[in-house]
């Protein structure tokens, strides 16, 4: 006879590595948000330098555009990396089960009442 305490074991083990495993992915996140802020205001300020350069020839120019670009790529990819869908896959699901439950048990609730 198996104790049930011995069958939570592994999924604890499991649940615990899951939680590593996501901490330690939120902690290199958090480190590429801190260096693409900090990137992100050393090409602000080349940006404004440059803009405020009274002699604007062809290459300023066109390290202007180049940074121009590669800041609004750099913006986008701090937005799209602090939402993901596989964030909330578990919480989508628990809202279905547990919002299919309500449903059910309301409509169980009304069907006896009425």
Known sequence: MTKPEENQQPDFEQELEELETGLRLLKERYAQVQRDQQQKAQWQQEIKNLKE???????????????????????????SQLFSWKSLNR??????RFGGLGIIIGW????SIG
């Open 53 to 79: 350069n009274k002699n604007q020839t062809p290459e300023i120019k066109a390290e202007l555009k180049r940074l121009e670009r590669e800041l609004e790529a750099l913006e986008i990819n701090l937005e």
């Open 91 to 96: 919480p989508f699901w628990q809202a279905v």
């Open 108 to 111: 169980v609730l009304k069907s």
